[in-house]
T-cell receptor
Framework: KQEVTQIPAALSVPEGENLVLNCSFT??????LQWFRQDPGKGLTSLLL???SQREQTSGRLNASLDKSSGRSTLYIAASQPGDSATYLC????????????WGLGTSLAVNP | EPEVTQTPSHQVTQMGQEVILRCVPI?????FYWYRQILGQKVEFLVS????????KSEIFDDQFSVERPDGSNFTLKIRSTKLEDSAMYFC????????????FGQGTRLTVV
């Protein structure tokens, strides 16, 4: 059974720092992986989709990498800003069943001015 | 930019009442989903829907729940006889296809059962 874990659970950094959020999954046979942002009490905003054949994706200050063999993905945020404060979730579509996303609990990020 | 829209944003209901959560997926998408997130817990899959039928449902999605696509645009989740433990954020999502396609989510409906 696929399990997704995110470390750390919470992170507080000063503005301007570069930071890395980690996501691991127990079954490496995934179809793709998505990173989401969730503001408190709000919806899920898709940040990046890494397809199974890709190793990384970039969008602005965000870069996500994927290493399927080791069951890991990282989300790198460059030059963090207070507006980046949110919870960041990763989720995977399993290769054997690509109908549903399996989710991590998220990393709660606070970027302090 | 196309988006998934959900209504209402917040619903309060009494235990035992029926609620209907509404979603308008992105217009050319073919696959539709409901997920829920109980406060402080992981997002959980409830059901997937394709070609006017359920393609998969989780253990959570018992006889209390049903989904419908009554017309070409709406996708609804009905919860009969709500329980306190149904209180959660409910998210609708859609995808253009399976495979390497992105899932797009609505802003959610916060359901509070009192």
């Amino acid at each position: 059974k696929q399990e997704v874990t995110q470390i750390p659970a919470a992170l507080s950094v000063p503005e301007g720092e570069n930071l890395v959020l980690n996501c691991s999954f127990t079954d490496s046979a995934i179809y793709n992986l998505q990173w989401f942002r969730q503001d408190p009490g709000k919806g899920l905003t898709s940040l990046l989709l890494i397809q199974s054949s890709q190793r990384e994706q970039t969008s602005g200050r965000l870069n996500a990498s994927l290493d399927k063999s080791s069951g890991r993905s990282t989300l790198y945020i460059a030059a963090s800003q207070p507006g980046d404060s949110a919870t960041y979730l990763c989720a995977v579509f399993n290769a054997g069943n690509n109908r549903k996303l399996i989710w991590g609990l998220g990393t709660s990020l606070a970027v302090n001015p | 930019e196309p988006e998934v829209t959900q209504t209402p944003s917040h619903q309060v209901t009494q235990m035992g009442q029926e609620v209907i959560l509404r979603c308008v997926p992105i217009s050319n998408h073919l696959y539709f989903y409901w997920y829920r997130q109980i406060l402080g817990q992981k997002v959980e899959f409830l059901v997937s829907f394709y070609n006017n039928e359920i393609s998969e449902k989780s253990e959570i999605f018992d006889d209390q729940f049903s989904v419908e696509r009554p017309d070409g645009s709406n996708f609804t989740l009905k919860i009969r006889s709500t329980k306190l433990e149904d209180s959660a954020m409910y998210f609708c999502a859609s995808r253009a296809g399976v495979g390497d396609t992105e899932a797009f989510f609505g802003q959610g409906t916060r359901l509070t059962v009192v």
